[in-house]
C-alpha cells in the first residue's frame, strides 16, 4: 500500500499537495485526467457493447438514464453509494494508518448480522430506540471483526492482508449457518424447501425513506454524518494525528511516544465498524426488509467491501472527496444495471466495465501526482542481501 | 473545499442536464412483455437451463418478448432489475430463485398491473399478483435413490451437495428416502461443500467418497461439473437433477430427474394473458409430468431397471409412497 | 472415527488435499516473487481466471492440453506485463489497480464462456502419473507419487524459486530492488526491469495456477476459482515471502479442506455443523501463523512506487 509521505493535505487520488491557491496546471490536468480516462474505458466498454451486438448510444444513454436520469435514479444511485461511502470512510482512516484493510466484505456480513439479530431481538420498540440500535449493533460487528485482525497486527505482527482474507472466508460461512438455523424465518411456508433468509424485519426498523416515490432512506444522512465525522476525526483530533502519525512512519510515532499498538489496533477496528455499519444499512435499507442471502458473501454485499476501497483510493483518503466518488462510482453500479435491462447484454458485461474504469482511471494517476520528496530510509534492521555479491564498498552496511 | 465544491456544482450541473439529453424509449404495446432474473447462467446445466430451456419452448408458441438478466446472484442489485422491469412495463417477472421472495413480497403491491412470478418456493403472499412454483424435488430424488442403490454394486453411495438449502436439501432428502427404501443395508454419505460455486471442492468430495467405496453418486447445483470429473475418471454411475448433464460424462449418467417448468409456466402465462395475475402456486412433480426421470440413452441401462424405475414413479404418482423430508 | 484411520481414506485425503494445495501454491510462488521486488499485485485471482479459461478453450478447440497449459501461462504472463505497465511505468496505486484487473478478468471471463462456448464440454484430462516404484510405497506411495503433472510441477517450482531468489544475482536483485530500490538503482540495477519481469513471471505463474485448477475440474465455470487467487495472496504473507514457507501454508490450507471434506463424507462433522467447517482451512490457517509468532518484516519498498530522484 502506498505510503502518504509528503502529503499531509487531504486531496483527490495521491495526496497531491495543492496548498491554499490552486494550481491551474495541475487543476486542468485533474480536470481532463480523470474524466478522460473514465471515458477512454467507456470507450472500450462501447467496444464490447458492439461486439455484443447491442447498440453503445442506447446502452449508454441507459446508463446515464438509471443513475441520473430523474429523481428515482437519483436516490437509486444515492442509495447505492451509501454502503460504498461508509466503507470508504471507514478505508479511509485504515490506509492512513498504513493498514491495509481487505475484510470489508466480512465486516459488512458480521455487522449486518448483529444488526438483523437485534432487530428480531427486540421487535416491539419503537423506530426512534430500534434504529439508532440496529446501526450501534452493526458497528459493533463490524468493529469486533475488524478489531480480530486489528489486535493481531497491532499486538502480535499479523499481517493484516493475511488475518483480513482468512476472516471474510470465516464470515461467509458463520452468515450461511446463521441465516439457515438460528436466525432462519420459520414461518416460511414451503413443500419443505429452506431459504436462507430471516424473518421479515420489525416495520420500526425499516430505515425511514426521506422522500415518497423514491428509494431515498435515512441511511444517506447517516453515511453523510459518518463522513463528516471522520474528516473531523483524522484531522482534527490528537487521536486522527496519531493514525496519520502511525501511518506515515510507524518508527518514529513509536520513538515520539505514540501507543502504535492500540493506534492500529484501533483503527482497523474503526474500518470495521464503518463497514459493518454498512452491513445494517444494506438490511434495514433493502427492499425486501430481510436478511437474505444465496449462499455467498458478494451476494449480499454485492461487493461494496472492495468496491469500498476503490472509492476511498479516488478520494484521496479524503473523507469528503470521499463521498463525490462513491456517488458517481454507485452511479456507474445503478446505470450498469439498467444498461443491462435495457440492452440485454449479459451483467458480466457491467462487472468487466467497472473493472476497466477502475484501472483507466488509476492508471492515470500519474499525470497529476507531484514528485515526492524521497523520505530518507532509516533502516532499523539492515537489508537482507549479503555484502559479497555487491562490487561497490559503499553498498554495504553491514550483514544482516 | 472550494475544489470539491466546484466539481460538486460540475456534477450537479451535469446531473440535471441528463433528462434533458437521454430521450424516453418507445415500447410495442401488442406483445406480452416477459423477464426472466436469474441467480446464475442460462447454461448452467442445472437451475437457470431448466427454466430457461421452458421459456423458450413457450415463447414458440406464445410469441411473447422475452428479456433475460442471468447471473444476478446479488440479491440487492437483483431486486432493483426486478424493480425496473416492472417499471417499465413488463407483463411478467419471473424471478428464478427463492432468495428473490422477500423482495417480490414488497415490490408486488406497489406495482397491481404486474404480474410476479417467483420459485422455488410456494408463498404468494396473498397477493393477487403474485405467483409462486417449485419442485417436489424429493420425488424424483427417492427414484433416483432408489435405482441409485439398486445399482451399486458396493452398496455405497457418495452424495454431494452445496449448501443445505433450498431445492438441494429436498432433493438429497428424497433421495436417501429412496435408496434406504431400497434396501436397508445401503450406506448413504451425504455432504455438503459449503458453497454453489466451488466445483474443486466438489471434486475432492467426491474423491472422498470414492475412497469410501461408493460407485454411484448424486449431487445439485451447477457446481457438480467438478464431481462429474471424477465419475469420468473412476467410472462411476452418476445420477443428477435439474437438467441433464449427460454432456459431461455420456457413459457415466444412468438418470436425471429432468424439470420442465412447462406445466408450470403454460398455465401461468395463459392467466397472465387473460388478465388474472397471480394468486396461485404451482407445483411440478412426477404425476403432472413437470417432473421426469430421464434414462440416458448413452448408459445403455438395462431394460429392468428402467421399468423398475416405472414402477417407483408410479407408485409415487398414485400416492402409495409418502416421502417424508425432515426440514 | 476409526473408519477415517484407513489405508484408503487417509490416502485419498492427503491425496486430495496435495492436489487442492497446488492451484494455491503456483499462484502463491508467482505473487511471493512480485512481492519480493516491492510490487502487490490483487489482481491474482483474475489472472488465475483469464488462465483458466484460455487453457480450456484452446484444449475444447485443439485437444492439445500442452498447448491449453502453455497458452494460460502465455495469456498470464500479458496479464503480468499489463499489470507491471500500471504498477511500474505508471506508478499507479497497486492496492486497487489489482482489484480493477479482478473485476475486469471475472467479467470478461464470464462473458466470453458464455458468448463463445455456449453449451460446455468437459475436456480431457490426463491420468494421474506414478512416479516407478515410488509409487508402490504403503500410504506415502499413493499420496505424493501418484499426481498430475502439473502437481508435481507446482511443488517442484519451490526449491527451483528459492534457488532462484537466493542463489543468483537475478533473486540478489529482486531482494534488493524489494527491500531499498533506491540504494539498488545506483547500484545499477534496473528498478523498472526488475519489476517486470518478477511481475510478468509472477502472473505466468498465476495463469499456470488457473490452467491447473481447470484441468483438475475438467471444465470452466464462472468465477471457478472462487477467490482462490486472493487466498494464495494472503498465504504469501503466512509464508513470510519465502518459497518453503508459501508451500507450508498452501499444503496446509489444502490438507484442511480436504480433512474437512472427508470427514463431512464420514459422517464425523454432521450436517448442521456443514458451513461452519468449511471455515476450518482459514481458522487454522490463521492460528497456525498466530502459534508460530514469527515476526519477519515484509520487503520495506512492497507496494511503493519508484521513482527515481524523489
Not at chain 2, 475418471?233 to 420442465?260: C, H, I, R
Not at chain 3, 468465477?223 to 515471502?241: D, E, S
Request: hydrophobic content about 50%.
Amino acid at each position: 500500500m502506498t505510503r502518504r509521505e509528503g502529503s499531509p493535505e487531504p486531496g483527490p487520488v495521491g495526496g497531491g499537495r495543492l496548498g491554499s491557491r490552486l494550481d491551474w496546471r495541475q487543476f486542468r490536468l485533474t480536470w481532463l485526467a480523470f474524466p478522460g480516462s473514465a471515458l477512454a474505458a467507456l470507450l472500450v466498454g462501447a467496444v464490447m457493447l458492439l461486439a455484443l451486438g447491442a447498440s453503445p448510444v442506447t446502452g449508454y444513454r441507459a446508463l446515464l438514464d438509471g443513475a441520473f436520469g430523474d429523481s428515482y435514479a437519483l436516490s437509486s444511485t444515492a442509495v447505492k453509494a451509501v454502503p460504498l461511502l461508509l466503507v470508504g470512510v471507514g478505508i479511509c482512516i485504515a490506509f492512513r494508518a498504513n493498514v491495509f484493510n481487505i475484510g470489508g466484505e466480512g465486516q459488512i456480513a458480521m455487522g449486518a448480522l448483529l444488526a438483523t439479530a437485534t432487530a428480531l431481538a427486540l421487535p416491539g420498540l419503537p423506530a426512534i430506540l430500534l434504529i439508532p440500535l440496529t446501526i450501534l449493533a452493526g458497528a459493533v460487528g463490524g468493529g469486533l471483526w475488524g478489531a480480530i485482525p486489528g489486535a493481531f497486527k497491532g499486538y502480535l505482527g499479523v499481517n493484516e492482508i493475511l488475518s483480513t482474507i482468512m476472516l471474510n472466508l470465516v464470515a461467509v460461512q458463520v452468515m450461511n449457518y446463521l441465516l439457515a438455523g438460528p436466525l432462519h424465518d420459520t414461518t416460511a411456508q414451503s413443500v419443505g424447501g429452506l431459504i436462507p433468509q430471516t424473518r421479515l424485519l420489525p416495520e420500526s426498523s425499516w430505515l425511514p425513506i426521506l422522500k415518497d416515490g423514491t428509494q431515498l432512506h435515512l441511511g444517506v444522512l447517516v453515511a453523510l454524518l459518518a463522513a463528516l465525522a471522520v474528516y473531523v476525526l483524522l484531522w482534527r483530533t490528537s487521536f486522527g494525528f496519531r493514525i496519520r502519525a502511525v501511518g506515515l512512519s510507524r518508527d518514529a510515532a513509536t520513538y515520539a511516544g505514540m501507543p502504535v499498538a492500540r493506534t492500529t489496533t484501533l483503527a482497523l477496528t474503526l474500518s470495521g465498524s464503518l463497514c459493518g455499519m454498512a452491513g445494517s444499512m444494506l438490511v434495514f435499507g433493502s427492499i425486501s426488509h430481510r436478511m437474505v442471502t444465496d449462499g455467498s458473501l458478494t451476494g449480499f454485499t454485492g461487493s461494496a467491501g472492495f468496491n469500498g476501497i476503490v472509492v476511498a483510493l479516488f478520494g484521496g483518503l479524503n473523507p469528503l472527496w470521499t463521498i463525490l466518488s462513491s456517488f458517481v462510482f454507485a452511479g456507474l453500479l445503478v446505470g450498469g444495471d439498467a444498461m443491462q435491462v435495457v440492452t440485454g447484454v449479459p451483467s458480466d458485461l457491467i462487472v468487466a466495465l467497472n473493472g476497466l474504469v477502475v484501472v483507466f482511471v488509476v492508471s492515470v494517476e500519474f499525470l497529476r501526482r507531484r514528485p515526492r520528496v524521497a523520505p530518507v530510509a532509516i533502516p532499523i534492521e539492515p537489508p537482507e542481501w549479503s555484502a559479497e555479491h555487491v562490487e561497490q564498498p559503499a553498498a554495504t552496511r553491514g550483514s544482516a | 473545499m472550494r475544489k470539491l465544491l466546484l466539481m460538486l456544482a460540475t456534477v450537479a450541473a451535469l446531473v440535471l442536464a441528463v433528462p434533458v439529453v437521454s430521450a424516453p424509449s418507445k415500447t410495442d404495446a401488442t406483445k406480452l412483455k416477459v423477464a426472466l432474473i436469474a441467480p446464475s447462467a442460462r447454461t448452467d446445466l442445472a437451475f437457470t437451463q431448466s427454466m430457461h430451456h421452458a421459456l423458450l419452448n413457450l415463447q414458440k408458441k406464445y410469441g411473447f418478448e422475452l428479456s433475460v438478466s442471468e447471473n444476478q446472484f446479488v440479491v440487492a442489485n437483483a431486486a432493483n432489475i426486478i424493480r425496473q422491469y416492472a417499471d417499465q412495463g413488463y407483463d411478467l417477472v419471473i424471478a428464478h430463485g427463492s432468495q428473490y421472495g422477500g423482495t417480490i413480497e414488497q415490490l408486488a403491491p406497489l406495482f397491481p398491473k404486474t404480474s410476479f412470478a417467483w420459485g422455488t418456493a410456494g408463498a404468494t403472499f396473498g397477493q393477487p399478483n403474485v405467483y409462486a412454483y417449485e419442485a417436489n424435488s424429493q420425488e424424483g430424488g427417492y427414484v433416483n435413490g432408489y435405482i441409485a442403490s439398486l445399482m451399486s454394486k458396493t452398496k455405497v453411495l457418495g452424495v454431494i451437495g452445496p449448501i443445505a438449502v433450498g431445492d438441494a436439501k429436498l432433493y438429497v432428502d428424497g433421495f436417501v428416502a429412496g435408496a434406504k427404501a431400497q434396501s436397508k443395508k445401503t450406506v448413504v454419505n451425504v455432504a455438503y461443500t459449503g458453497s454453489f460455486s466451488d466445483p474443486s471442492l466438489m471434486s475432492k468430495q467426491a474423491s472422498v467418497f470414492v475412497a469410501q467405496k461408493a460407485d454411484v453418486l448424486t449431487g445439485s447445483s451447477q457446481s457438480v461439473v467438478g464431481a462429474l470429473s471424477v465419475v469420468r475418471e473412476n467410472n462411476l454411475k452418476w445420477f443428477g437433477t435439474q437438467w441433464t448433464q449427460a454432456s459431461l460424462a455420456p457413459g457415466n449418467v444412468v438418470a436425471t430427474q429432468m424439470y420442465d417448468w412447462m406445466p408450470a409456466l403454460n398455465q401461468i402465462i395463459t392467466r397472465v394473458q387473460s388478465g388474472k395475475l397471480g394468486g396461485v402456486s404451482y407445483r411440478i412433480s412426477l404425476k403432472n409430468g413437470g417432473e421426469r426421470i430421464q434414462f440416458n440413452k448413452a448408459a445403455k441401462t438395462p431394460k429392468a431397471i428402467q421399468e423398475t424405475a416405472k414402477k417407483v414413479v408410479e407408485k409415487i404418482v398414485s400416492g402409495k409412497i409418502v416421502i417424508s423430508t425432515g426440514t | 472415527m476409526s473408519e477415517f484411520f484407513t489405508t484408503a481414506i487417509l490416502t485419498a485425503t492427503i491425496a486430495s488435499g496435495i492436489q487442492l494445495a497446488a492451484p494455491f501454491l503456483l499462484a502463491s510462488l508467482g505473487e511471493t516473487l512480485g512481492q519480493r521486488s516491492g510490487v502487490l499485485n490483487l489482481g491474482v485471482d483474475g489472472i488465475m481466471l483469464l488462465g483458466a479459461f484460455t487453457s480450456y478453450y484452446v484444449a475444447l478447440k485443439t485437444g492439445d492440453l500442452r498447448l491449453a497449459v502453455l497458452s494460460g501461462i502465455a495469456v498470464g504472463a500479458a496479464c503480468g506485463l499489463a499489470t507491471a505497465f500500471i504498477s511500474v511505468t505508471l506508478r499507479a496505486e497497486q492496492g486497487i489497480s489489482g482489484i480493477g484487473v479482478y473485476l475486469f478478468a471475472l467479467g470478461l471471463t464470464s462473458l466470453l464462456f458464455l458468448k463463445l462456448v455456449g453449451t460446455p464440454l468437459p475436456i480431457d484430462q490426463p491420468g494421474k502419473i506414478e512416479v516407478p516404484y515410488l509409487h508402490g510405497l504403503p500410504l506415502v506411495g499413493k499420496t505424493l507419487f501418484r499426481q498430475d503433472a502439473l502437481v508435481y510441477l507446482a511443488f517442484a517450482l519451490v526449491p527451483v524459486v528459492a534457488f532462484v531468489l537466493n542463489r543468483t544475482t537475478f533473486g540478489l536483485n529482486v531482494k534488493a530492488v524489494g527491500e531499498n530500490p533506491a540504494a539498488a538503482d545506483s547500484l545499477g540495477v534496473s528498478v523498472a526491469r526488475t519489476r517486470y519481469a518478477t511481475v510478468t513471471i509472477g502472473s505466468a505463474l498465476a495463469g499456470l495456477a488457473g490452467a491447473t485448477l481447470l484441468i483438475d475440474v475438467g471444465i470452466f465455470q464462472q468465477n471457478i476459482t472462487n477467490a482462490v487467487g486472493f487466498i494464495a495472496v494472503a498465504l504469501v504473507y503466512f509464508g513470510a515471502w519465502r518459497p518453503v514457507g508459501v508451500m507450508l501454508g498452501s499444503l496446509l490450507y489444502g490438507l484442511t479442506q480436504a480433512l474437512v471434506l472427508s470427514w463431512k463424507g464420514l459422517g464425523i462433522i454432521p450436517v448442521s455443523l456443514s458451513d461452519l467447517a468449511a471455515a476450518a482451512p482459514a481458522v487454522i490457517t490463521v492460528l497456525a501463523l498466530l502459534t508460530v509468532a514469527r515476526r519477519f518484516r515484509q520487503p520495506a519498498a512492497l507496494a511503493t512506487p519508484y521513482t527515481r530522484g524523489g
